[in-house]
C-alpha cells in the first residue's frame, strides 16, 4: 500500500521568511496530493492540492509543487507570518478515495 | 449548512467499556471516513463507506466496528475500549476528492 513520508518534523522560521516542507510516496498510482493545515485543538483544513498531470500549484502565498519521477512533493510558504503556526499534513491518494497521510510538520514562525 | 459534525467532543471511558461516536454531515457526500490522530502519527484512517451501507477497513480497524445504516451518518463503535485507544478521532467526508473534517472528539480510556 501507499506510504508517506513527511520532513521536518518540526521547522521554526522567522515571520517573513519562507518555509518548505517535503514529502514523498511510495505508489506510482498514486494521482492526488492535498497538504492540509491543522491549528491548535482544530479540524485539519484543505490549503492547497496538487493533481498529477499539473507540477505546480499555486494560491497567493502558498504553492505546491510534484516531481512524479522522484514520486515527490513540496509545499513552500512564502512571507510567513504568525498565523501560519500550525501543523501542516501532506496526504496522497492512489484512488479509492482513500488517504494516506505523513506524520506531520509543526512550523513556528517566530514573530 | 453545518457541514460535519461530531458527538460527542470529549469522553473518558474505563478499560472495557463500550461507546459510539458519531459522525454526520449535510452535503450528501457518498464517502465518509473515520481516522484516529495520535502525536507524531499523522491521521490514519480506521474505517471508510463508499456509500450507505457499505464499509470497509482501513489501516488500524482492529477494535473498531462502523455501520452506514443511513447515507449521512456514519458511527463508530468500540466494543472494549482499551488504553490503546487512547485518541483523538476525526471523521471526513467527500463527494470526490477533497475530505472535509470534523471538529474531532477527544477520547480518553483509563
Known amino acids: 500500500g501507499e506510504n508517506v513520508e513527511q520532513h521536518p518534523s518540526t521547522l521554526s522560521v522567522q515571520e517573513g521568511d519562507s518555509a518548505v516542507i517535503k514529502c514523498t510516496y511510495s505508489d506510482s498510482a498514486s494521482n492526488y496530493f492535498p497538504w492540509y493545515k491543522q491549528e491548535l485543538g482544530k479540524r485539519p483544513q484543505l490549503i492547497i492540492d496538487i493533481r498529477s498531470n499539473v507540477g505546480e500549484k499555486k494560491d497567493q502565498r502558498i504553492a505546491v509543487t510534484l516531481n512524479k519521477t522522484a514520486k515527490h512533493f513540496s509545499l513552500h510558504i512564502t512571507e510567513t507570518q504568525p498565523e501560519d503556526s500550525a501543523v501542516y499534513f501532506c496526504a496522497a491518494s492512489s484512488g479509492g478515495n482513500k488517504l494516506v497521510f505523513g506524520a506531520g510538520t509543526i512550523l513556528r514562525v517566530k514573530s | 449548512n453545518a457541514g460535519v459534525t461530531q458527538t460527542p467532543k470529549f469522553r473518558v471511558l474505563k478499560t472495557g467499556q463500550s461507546m459510539t461516536l458519531l459522525c454526520a454531515q449535510d452535503?450528501?457526500?457518498?464517502?465518509m471516513y473515520w481516522y484516529r490522530q495520535d502525536p507524531g502519527m499523522g491521521l490514519r484512517l480506521i474505517h471508510y463507506?463508499?456509500?450507505?451501507?457499505?464499509?470497509a477497513k482501513g489501516e488500524v480497524p482492529d477494535g473498531y466496528n462502523v455501520s452506514r445504516l443511513k447515507k449521512q451518518n456514519f458511527l463508530l463503535g468500540l466494543e472494549s475500549a482499551a488504553p490503546s485507544q487512547t485518541s483523538v478521532y476525526f471523521c471526513a467526508s467527500t463527494t470526490g476528492t477533497v475530505q472535509f473534517f470534523g471538529p474531532g472528539t477527544r477520547l480518553t480510556v483509563l
Open positions: 463507506s463508499v456509500g450507505e451501507g457499505t464499509t
Open positions: 452535503m450528501n457526500h457518498e464517502y
